[in-house]
């Protein structure tokens, strides 16, 4: 577990810049926390670092937006919405499985919504400080490789 200091929103959007410049088609970023805490910023900060152009606005009522111009595929989920078992339905292994549509990053606010997880996945969890800032609590499962991202200190 690595546990990041986000002084303010810019922080937090250079440690998604990070994971967009570096992560390999196939990532799965299960986003917690409450909200507010900064998970649609981080998702911006991925959309940075993989050239995406297009605004990353929050799935919050489309539940999920793909972003194909990238150096790799962004696929954005927001089961905030959602019951668990409204979730099932969505079929979100079909992203991370790479079945209907390419590889890419899969990019999930809500995470604990999910009736289940993939085999490999980066386990990102934002909180508030005791001032304004924001943490970060980074938790590697399976092959997930946090080793190929220069973390910030
Ligand atoms: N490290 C930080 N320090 C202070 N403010 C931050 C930090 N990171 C993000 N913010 C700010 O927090 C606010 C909420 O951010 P954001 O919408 O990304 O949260 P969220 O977790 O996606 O919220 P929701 O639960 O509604 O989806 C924004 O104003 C954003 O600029
Ligand atoms: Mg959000």
New binding site residues.
């Given amino acids: 577990m690595t546990k990041i200091f986000?002084?303010?929103?810019e922080?937090?959007?250079s440690l998604g810049v990070k994971l967009g410049e570096f992560l390999p088609p196939g990532s799965t970023i299960l986003?917690s926390?409450?909200?507010?805490?900064?998970?649609?910023?981080?998702v911006?900060g991925i959309g940075e670092g993989l050239g995406i152009i297009e605004p990353i606005v929050?799935p919050?009522f489309t539940l999920i937006n793909e972003y194909p111009e990238g150096r790799i595929p962004l696929y954005h989920l927001?089961l905030?919405r959602l019951e668990s078992g409204e979730v099932e339905g969505l079929n979100v292994e079909t992203y991370w499985e790479g079945i209907e549509t390419p590889l890419g990053i899969v990019a999930i606010?809500?995470a604990e919504r999910l009736p289940y997880l993939p085999p490999s996945y980066l386990n990102l969890e934002?909180t508030h400080s005791n001032d304004?800032?924001?943490y970060a609590q980074l938790t590697p499962f399976g092959n997930f490789d946090l080793n190929a991202i220069a973390l910030p200190k």
């Fill in positions: 986000l002084p303010n929103a922080a937090t959007k986003l926390g409450d909200l507010g805490t900064g998970k649609t910023t981080l911006q929050s919050t927001d905030y606010e809500w934002l304004s800032g924001r």
